[in-house]
């Protein structure tokens, strides 16, 4: 996974204020590694410098787990993560059950935040990345910011793509990883991991489901296929296939079926019905960047110079938009 999400917690970072470790402790603890390491502490634990206690260590130790989550860069994260590992060899599982409490008290980003750290300290735990992928997908299903979204749900990608890697036989990767192909639009992907789920799991509720929505899956993998064969050169064959299913009233609405079908008109040279197609495709999907290329080329082609400027200028925002994240 790549830091994308730091951009939304680094204005969290302002919490903090930074002290150091007394020299008497560094030394009676063996902790030469933290000399001079600025420790972070919540502004709200400072009144209690006034006791006679001090701030506790427990303080600096969730400091340093939160800015280890909340900025991926931070300066002195390899010396937080060594001091996390001296504290407890088993911080991770300590950092996931923590987080899993504050997922369930519907603290999310929180608990995101904490899931980060357990993920630096190490990006093999399977309990961090799958927890992540379930706190990230309740993250992006509660907002309405489409950046946002598109930045959660390739953290969701990327989590189940690194779990399937690391814990292989664990069922729900390939529950969670057919819907976000199925997002993606990638039909046949969606249907080959979630017959890897139906191999794996044993009864549940989402074994049927599954199974239901296998079911579900024939038409657009058949379409998905006859896309194929049309980028593939192979256009007569796959418009063919595209065509048939032009005006089923169960495909009402689902624009990659016109989509496809744009992309085999402009490959075959019929552009005006590569442009009714794409138009179709784009009333349900707006800000679909791969339909505007095709309409671009279709108007072009036709010599519409008016309506392919339109759609290059729009295709050009929505591409500036996605290069800033």
């Known amino acids: 996974m790549i830091d994308r999400l730091d951009k939304y917690f680094k204005k969290y970072l302002d919490n903090y204020v930074f002290l150091e470790l007394m020299p008497h402790y560094i030394k009676r603890e063996h902790l030469d590694f933290m000399r001079g390491v600025p420790m972070p502490v919540k502004k709200e634990f400072l009144k209690e410098l006034a006791g006679e ?5 427990q303080y600096f130790i ?66 961090a990345l799958y927890n992540y992928m379930l706190v990230c997908r309740n993250l992006y299903n509660d907002s309405d910011d489409d950046d946002y979204i598109a930045d959660l749900k390739m953290e969701v990608f990327e989590s189940l793509k690194h779990l399937k890697e690391v814990r292989p036989e ?80 169960m495909l009402k609405g689902w624009w990659p079926l016109y989509y496809y079908l744009g992309v085999g008109y402009n490959r075959t040279g019929r552009y005006k019905e590569a442009v009714e197609a794409l138009r179709e495709a784009l009333k349900d999907n707006p800000s679909g960047a791969e339909i505007l290329a095709e309409l671009v080329i279709a108007n072009n082609a036709l010599g519409d110079e008016v309506n392919a400027e339109k759609y290059k200028k729009k295709l050009d925002l929505i591409r500036e938009r996605q290069q800033r994240k």
């Open 53 to 57: 206690e001090g701030i506790k260590i």
């Open 62 to 127: 969730e400091g340093m787990i939160d800015l280890i989550g909340l900025d991926s860069s931070f300066r002195y994260a390899p010396q937080y993560i060594n001091f996390l590992n001296y504290v407890n060899k088993d911080i991770p599982k300590v950092i996931v059950s923590l987080a899993i409490d504050f997922a369930k008290e519907e603290q999310l980003i929180h608990a995101a935040v904490l899931l980060r750290a357990a993920l630096r300290i190490n990006r093999d735990d399977p309990d």
């Open 170 to 249: 664990f069922a729900m990767t390939y529950y969670f990883l057919g819907f976000a192909y199925i997002n993606a639009g990638r039909y046949s992907s969606a249907a080959r991991e979630w017959k890897t789920f139906v191999s794996l799991s044993g009864p549940c509720e989402e074994r049927g489901e599954i199974q239901g929505r296998l079911t579900e899956l024939e038409i657009p993998v058949k379409i998905e296929q006859a896309y194929m064969d049309v980028i593939n050169g192979r256009w007569e064959q796959g418009l063919a296939v595209l065509e048939s299913y032009r005006g089923d009233e």
